[in-house]
């Protein structure tokens, strides 16, 4: 009943390091998304995947980075991590049509 | 480009009793869903109620429904009979019905506190 997972759930970094945040579902979706969510301004997008081996930017990509070369992951890079980046980020992953949106459980990531 | 425009930020209702949360959103589409989704203090993402643009009947989850007003472009969340676990941040959010993307789309959030 694992749904979407998301490692890590917490993560404190230093300006400049990098990172990798791993989404994982298991349920045979073919769109996922990265979000991030910030105080005051709601979820916004960062990245998504319309299927296995494609990616596209959302509204908030600088900075970031993602593949998805199997299609039960997405991966969300940070290749030099800046304060401006300390959020909690969200994967979620859906079916095709109408089908709902399903979360992960955010990751809190904190860049001093 | 869609938005969605949540103007309340905090709101607060007395347990038992009926609150109304105010979304508004802009597009060009005539073909779309809209979302109410509840994050509670644990973080998690919870759909709560959705509503296709094609329909005209207004949808109900239990102690949750809508009021859709497409011409009006508003979505409102009428939570009745409130209780403590109401308590959460509210996010409205819109999907196009048509394209690749297929992007959900959200507004700022209301803050939703229910005193006992």
């Known amino acids: 009943n694992a749904g979407v997972t998301q490692t890590p759930k917490f993560r404190v970094l230093k300006t400049g390091q990098s990172m990798t945040l791993l989404c994982a579902q298991d349920?045979?979706?073919?769109?996922m998304y990265w979000y991030r969510q910030d105080p005051g301004m709601g979820l916004r997008l960062i990245h998504y995947s319309v299927g296995e081996g494609t990616t596209a930017k959302g509204e908030v990509p600088d900075g970031y980075n993602v593949s998805r070369l199997k299609k039960q992951n997405f991966l969300l890079g940070l290749e030099s991590a800046a304060p401006s980046q300390t959020s909690v980020y969200f994967c979620?992953?859906?079916?095709?049509?109408?089908?709902?949106?399903?979360f992960g459980e955010g990751s809190r990531l904190t860049v001093l | 480009a869609q938005t969605v425009t949540q103007s309340q930020p905090e709101m607060s209702v007395q347990e038992a009793e009926t609150v109304t949360l105010s979304c508004t959103y802009d597009t060009s589409e005539s073909d779309y869903y809209l979302f109410w989704y509840k994050q509670p203090p644990s973080r998690q993402m919870i759909l709560v109620i959705r509503?296709?643009?094609?329909?005209?009947q207004n949808a109900t989850e239990n102690r949750f429904s809508v009021n859709f007003q497409k011409a009006a472009k508003s979505f409102s969340l009428k939570i009745s009979d409130s209780q403590l676990g109401d308590a959460a941040m509210y996010f409205c959010a819109y999907r196009s019905a048509k394209g690749a993307t297929n992007k959900l789309i959200f507004g700022t959030g209301t803050l939703l506190a229910v005193q006992p």
């Open positions: 979620a992953s859906r079916a095709g049509g109408s089908g709902e949106l399903f």
């Open positions: 349920m045979n979706h073919e769109y």
């Open positions: 509503q296709e643009a094609y329909k005209q």
